[in-house]
C-alpha cells in the first residue's frame, strides 16, 4: 500500500515533521493500526538498526527516527484508548532495565495493555533496581514487566529480580520481560513467568496471567 511505503521511507529518513500527515491520511484510508505499527513503523526502526549495525547510518539517524516513530505514536495513541466496556484487568509496573534508554516498545506495550482495560504505572528507561521495589510496594501491581533492548544490559535482569526477592515481593507479582533481544529461554533461565515478542502478544498475555491467578 502506497501510504504505508511512504510512512515507511519517512520513518527511515527520519522526517519527523512530515509524518503526522501520513499518519492521519492512514487512518483516513480505513488502515489497520496494527498494520502502521507492524508492516511501516517498527519495520522502519529495524531497518534504522541494521543500517547503524553495518556503519551505514550514524547515532544521530537512529535518534531522529526514534523521534518519529515517537510522532506518529502521539497521532495514533488516541485511537488505540481503553475502551469504556472493559472492566479494569489490573496493575502493571514496567520500565526499561538499568542501563537501557530504549522506550518505543516499551510505551507500546503500555498503550496495548492500557487498551486492555490494566492500569499501567511506568517508571521509564534506565530504572534502578530499588525503583521496582519501591513501586511493588506503593502500588500491589499484578504484573511487572522488564523491558530490554541491549544485550549487555539484560544482564542487569536478574540482579532486578534479585532486589525484588530480598524485600521479600518475589512471590507477590508476576514477572514479565520482552524486548528484541529477549527469548522464551531467556525468560525460563530466571523463572520469569511471561515472555511475549511484541506488545499486542505482551497485552494477550497479561490478561492471561490475571485470569489465571484469579482461578
Ligand atoms: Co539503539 N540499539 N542503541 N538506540 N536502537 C538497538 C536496540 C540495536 C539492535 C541497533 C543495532 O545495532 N542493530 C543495538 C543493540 C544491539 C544489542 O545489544 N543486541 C543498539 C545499540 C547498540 C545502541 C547503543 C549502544 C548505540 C551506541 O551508543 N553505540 C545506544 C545505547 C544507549 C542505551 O540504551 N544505554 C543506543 C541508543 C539508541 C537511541 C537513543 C539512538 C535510540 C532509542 C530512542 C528511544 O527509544 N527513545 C535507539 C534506537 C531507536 C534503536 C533501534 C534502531 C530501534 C528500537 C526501537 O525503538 N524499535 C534498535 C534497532 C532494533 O531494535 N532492531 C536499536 C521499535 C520498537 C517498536 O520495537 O523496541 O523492539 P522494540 O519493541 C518491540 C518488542 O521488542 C516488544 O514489543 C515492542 C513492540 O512490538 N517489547 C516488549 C519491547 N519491550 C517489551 C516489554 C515486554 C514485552 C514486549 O514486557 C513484557
Known sequence: MAILDDIYSTTVKGAYKEIEPLIQKALGENIDINDIINNSLSKAMIYVGDKFSTGELYMPDMLLSAKTMKAAMEVLKPHMKKNSHIAEKGTIVIGTVKGDLHDIGKNLVITMAEGQGFKVIDLGIDVDYSKFVDAIKENNPDIV???????????????????????????????????????????????????????????????????????
Open 145 to 215: 514487566a522488564f523491558s530490554g533492548l541491549l544485550t549487555t544490559t539484560l544482564a542487569n535482569i536478574p540482579t532486578h529480580i534479585k532486589a525484588i526477592a530480598d524485600a521479600g515481593l518475589r512471590d507477590n507479582v508476576i514477572l514479565a520481560v520482552g524486548g528484541a533481544p529477549v527469548t522464551r529461554h531467556f525468560a525460563d533461565m530466571y523463572n520469569i513467568e511471561i515472555y511475549a515478542p511484541d506488545a499486542s502478544a505482551a497485552a494477550k498475555e497479561f490478561v492471561k496471567a490475571v485470569e489465571n491467578k484469579k482461578k
